[in-house]
């Protein structure tokens, strides 16, 4: 009898439901026909040291509003001085059926005389032409057109060496006339840590496996034998998904003289190279002041 107990109960033990997590469908399946969502939206950026936008009227009226909602009600007529703040838009992506607490992707562009948030434009034309801007222009000395390897970094013939950045450095350095030791500043798009040393080593400023401690001997910092990506570079200053502009838009200030925040002297010749893909094209631009024509 008492056998026969055990085994009913055993036998009703398993016919019990088992405990189920619950999962709902839209997290655990693809669906067609969704769409994500456009953000936008407009705010201040403080802590710009002297290079905000001056009394920019559409951040002077956010600004008030900002300290209103702090509790600070500025007197009718008093106008706060914003140089040390900016007015921006800011703009992202939020997935389809997005979870609280999920990080997104923002873009925050400026919307009045911000120095230290401003984009560029790139205007081509001859050099007699450029001379009626009102800046000082900047002439293109040579360049290394797109160089692809492969479509996937899986596919590179090596991890520690790029033959796209060999190619397009060479055909840059050819086109220009130049040598390396002519070269006073360069900027390389560092999507990742370590393409700073392939700039280094690949597009020929130091031999293979010595791009790592010329950087670490101070080589590359402001008053050193090149000065590397002076605006902090994509990890630092700014990284928009496309940030291949943004070298060229330092480059260019640097020739200039005009860089804001941190000028080096002397920069009359500067290299810009950017890449693309999965880190599977290359393109390099030297650039130059007069003095190099």
């Known amino acids: 009898m008492t056998r026969i107990v055990l085994l009913l109960a055993a036998i009703f033990a398993f016919a019990l439901p088992s405990a189920a997590s619950a999962e709902r469908v839209r997290d ?3 669906f067609q026909s969704v769409r994500s969502n456009q953000l936008t939206g407009y705010g201040i950026v403080v802590g710009l040291d002297g290079t905000g936008d001056d009394n920019f009227a559409y951040a002077t009226q956010a600004m008030r509003g900002v300290s ?4 600070l009600q ?8 914003l140089k040390n703040a900016a007015a921006v ?12 607490g999920q990080k997104i992707d923002i873009t925050v562009s400026t919307m009045g005389k911000a120095k230290s948030l401003r984009g560029g434009a790139l205007i081509l034309t001859s ?14 000395r040579g360049m290394g057109g797109e160089s692809a390897e ?3 970094i899986s596919q590179m013939e090596s991890f520690s060496s790029s033959r796209a950045f060999r190619v397009s450095g060479r055909l840059a350095f050819e086109n220009a006339g130049i040598t390396h030791s002519d070269v006073d500043h360069l900027m390389v798009y560092d999507a990742f840590a370590h393409l700073p040393i392939y ?5 020929g400023f130091v031999k293979p496996g010595e791009g790592g401690a010329f950087i670490a001997e101070g080589n590359t910092r402001p008053g050193g034998k090149l000065p590397l990506n002076t605006n902090g570079g994509g990890l630092s200053c700014v ?3 496309m940030y291949g502009i943004f070298t060229v838009i330092e480059a260019t200030r640097q020739i200039r003289g005009d860089a804001p925040g941190l000028q080096i002297a002397n920069i009359d010749l500067a290299l810009a190279h950017g890449n693309g893909g999965t880190l599977s094209s290359q393109v390099t631009a030297i650039l130059g002041s007069e003095n190099t024509l």
């Open 28 to 30: 655990i399946g693809q």
């Open 68 to 71: 209103g909602r702090f509790g």
């Open 74 to 81: 500025l007197p009718p007529g008093v106008n706060p001085a």
């Open 89 to 100: 838009i800011i703009t992202a992506e939020l997935p389809a059926f997005a979870k609280p």
């Open 127 to 140: 050099a007699d032409r450029a001379k009626d801007f009102p800046t000082t222009p900047v002439y293109l």
């Open 150 to 152: 492969g479509p996937m």
């Open 199 to 203: 700039g280094l080593e690949d597009l």
């Open 239 to 241: 990284h928009p998904g």
